[in-house]
């Protein structure tokens, strides 16, 4: 099995990160690679960011003046990863999470927060991986199969209940 370096960085003061949630992100960056047969030794990098901070981000590099909730920043050129000069490993990209918005979501959709981040965890990494919900239809589909798919092989269903720690604002 390949190895995995997952930073994980928490940029915000407003929401309180839950104890083991960066275990859980780093279950989840595994979990998809695992279910994508990627061999190659990785490493991603995941923010956690305001909700000001995220549509900041959104307005530079997406031009959409909104708060969403995940952005990916994947490093590949052509289907080519960079490789880190100090690591040799892949470098898949960059994930940013608003944790503000994570758990307006999680409240509105009735399931915890753990389940939220581990899903936009999934969601994100599916993307450096090269995946794009927005260009069809169809691969909206093959993505969200593959998400839940993933979700479900971690126990963490729509349904899920469990919580991994406080979860305190």
Do not use: W
């Amino acid at each position: 099995m390949a190895k995995l370096k997952v930073y994980v960085k928490n940029n915000q003061t407003e929401v309180k990160v839950p104890v083991g949630i960066r275990l859980l992100i780093r279950r989840c960056c595994q979990a998809v690679l695992a279910t994508e047969k990627f061999k190659y030794d990785a490493e991603v990098s995941v923010s956690f960011v305001s909700n000001e901070e995220i549509k900041s981000l959104n307005s530079v590099y997406r031009h959409k003046d909104s708060v969403t909730d995940v952005l990916s920043f994947p490093l590949t050129s052509d289907g080519e990863y960079e490789i880190s000069q100090e690591s040799g490993f892949v470098m898949l990209g960059d994930v940013v999470i608003s944790l503000e918005t994570a758990v307006k979501q999680s409240q509105n959709y009735g399931h915890s927060l753990e389940r939220e981040i581990g899903f936009l965890t999934v969601h994100s990494m599916l993307h450096l991986l090269g995946y794009d919900h927005e260009t069809s239809p169809l691969d909206e589909r093959i993505m969200r199969e593959k998400e839940e798919s993933v979700l479900e092989k971690l126990g963490i269903s729509r349904d899920t209940t469990f919580v991994v720690g406080d979860t305190d604002k």
